[in-house]
């Protein structure tokens, strides 16, 4: 262990200096090659966690993180990306801060971009346990799958949640789920239970439908909606 640390930082030391480098191998950063503060096109191995800033290529580990731009495939227990993603993530816990294009295949997917801009929103798929984004177009499919903001697409789920939607919200074999947009709906809700706070054009199916306030009525099982 001590030749692979002495050997990996005399490498580190070797390479400081570049602006970007096509492999990088982590032990546990700060122990890695090259250091944190380079770009990394091409391959990054991490056996238990690896730091880079940009990325672009094949990255495998336990626990990556990407400080600035993903592209690429991110293959690990924990892929989180404090910037841009593009690409795809496949991991028990894969995080993006910033703007995400591409998707996210883990047990918690996690996307923080707020954006109000359209050309901003993240877009792409999320599959797994938990599904959180912010503004979002694509498709959520999990156990929970939730927004801060706006949807546009579908989420496929036992909970489905989201301030506005477009689209359509449905539970596990079309049914068997929770839908919620505590905002205005424009599409479809599906599932034992759907609460919607306005209908903008749309209608819910289900045991409960729940449309606050401009329904054909407040509440009405089997069929609501408004056009």
């Given at each position: 262990m001590r030749k692979l640390i002495i050997l990996l930082s005399l490498f580190s030391v070797s390479v400081a200096l570049a602006d970007s480098t096509p492999v990088m191998f982590s032990l546990l950063t700060p122990v890695q090659a090259p250091s944190r503060h380079n770009d990394v096109g091409?391959?990054?191995?991490?056996?238990?966690?690896?730091?880079?800033?940009?990325?672009a290529g094949l990255d495998i580990?336990?626990?990556?993180?990407?400080?600035?731009?993903?592209?690429?495939?991110?293959?690990?227990?924990?892929?989180?990306?404090?910037?841009?993603?593009?690409?795809l993530a496949v991991g028990g816990v894969n995080c993006a801060a910033g703007r995400m294009t591409g998707g996210q295949l883990g047990l918690i997917n996690w996307n923080g971009n707020d954006s109000t801009e359209w050309k901003d929103v993240t877009i792409g798929a999320q599959i797994g346990i938990l599904n959180y984004?912010?503004?979002?177009?694509?498709?959520?499919?999990?156990?929970?799958?939730?927004?801060?903001g706006r949807v546009a697409g579908l989420q496929d789920g036992l909970l489905n949640f989201t301030h506005d939607f477009s689209g359509v919200q449905c539970g596990f074999y079309f049914i068997f789920g929770v839908n919620i947009a505590s905002g205005a709906v424009s599409g479809c809700q599906i599932g034992l239970v759907?609460?919607?706070?306005?209908?903008?054009?749309?209608?819910?199916?289900?045991?409960?439908?729940?449309i606050a306030h401009n329904g054909w009525c407040p509440?009405?099982?089997?069929?609501?909606?408004s056009f």
């Open positions: 091409g391959f990054r191995l991490s056996l238990l966690y690896g730091d880079c800033e940009d990325f580990g336990v626990a990556s993180r990407t400080r600035g731009e993903f592209k690429g495939l991110a293959i690990g227990g924990v892929n989180i990306v404090e910037e841009e993603f593009g690409g984004a912010e503004d979002f177009c694509g498709f959520q499919d999990g156990l929970f799958n939730i927004s801060g759907n609460y919607a706070d306005t209908m903008e054009r749309g209608c819910q199916i289900g045991i409960v439908n729940i509440i009405l099982p089997i069929v609501n909606g």
